[in-house]
T-cell receptor
Framework: DVKVTQSSRYLVKRTGEKVFLECVQD?????MFWYRQDPGLGLRLIYF???????EKGDIPEGYSVSREKKERFSLILESASTNQTSMYLC?????????????FGSGTRLTVV | QKEVEQNSGPLSVPEGAIASLNCTYS??????FFWYRQYSGKSPELIMF????GDKEDGRFTAQLNKASQYVSLLIRDSQPSDSATYLC???????FGKGTRLHILP
């Protein structure tokens, strides 16, 4: 079964800490994405990557950075965590093959910043 | 104007009836769309995608795309309590999601 795996299901961090969220996919997908999901705001795209070492800003990149050193791994970095970054973080991947098969999501990381 | 819009609901439908979920979009260049189901506390899972005008059926689910009117819909026949979830509509080419419609199937 194909998978997108996020390293942590729940995470609690202190304000100002540097936080790493890891995502690994085993489908050889070219595209990888990081979203956050908050009640009433839906899914908001933070960053995405179409290829190794490539990254593009999404709708809300402020306070975040990403790293994609290998095709299967896409990391989200919170440089200095703040309480307004408390959220559910979802990683997804997709293929560039057409017709596209949509996005496969990881199980999510619920991050709480205290 | 939001690029993909959905009514947030909740939409309440009796068990066994047809649930109809709708999504409108603003960019006429949009080519294909996806429907995702998300249970509370879980991540979204793909139900269907559609890229041609008309209907696409898969079991109890039918997706409809009308490019002239710029809407996409999802019909769920013989609704079951297990269909209670939030349904997200998404554009393919620009990775745009709607905020989702909460569906509640009444036993």
């Amino acid at each position: 079964d194909v998978k997108v795996t996020q390293s942590s299901r729940y995470l609690v961090k202190r304000t100002g800490e540097k936080v790493f969220l890891e995502c690994v996919q085993d489908m050889d997908h070219e595209n990888m994405f990081w979203y956050r999901q908050d009640p009433g705001l839906g899914l908001r795209l933070i960053y995405f990557s179409y290829d190794v070492k490539m990254k593009e800003k999404g709708d809300i990149p402020e306070g975040y950075s990403v790293s994609r050193e290998k095709k299967e791994r896409f990391s989200l970095i919170l440089e200095s965590a703040s309480t307004n970054q408390t959220s559910m973080y979802l990683c997804a991947s997709s293929s560039i093959q057409r017709p596209l098969g949509g996005y496969t999501f990881g199980s999510g990381t619920r991050l709480t910043v205290v | 104007q939001k690029e993909v819009e959905q009514n947030s609901g909740p939409l309440s439908v009796p068990e066994g009836a047809i649930a109809s979920l709708n999504c409108t979009y603003s960019d006429r260049g949009s080519q294909s769309f996806f429907w995702y189901r998300q249970y509370s506390g879980k991540s979204p899972e793909l139900i269907m995608f559609i890229y041609s005008n008309g209907d696409k059926e898969d079991g109890r689910f039918t997706a409809q795309l009308n490019k002239a009117s710029q809407y996409v819909s999802l019909l769920i026949r013989d609704s079951q309590p297990s269909d209670s979830a939030t349904y997200l509509c998404a554009r393919d080419d620009k990775i745009i999601f709607g905020k989702g419609t909460r569906l509640h199937i009444l036993p």
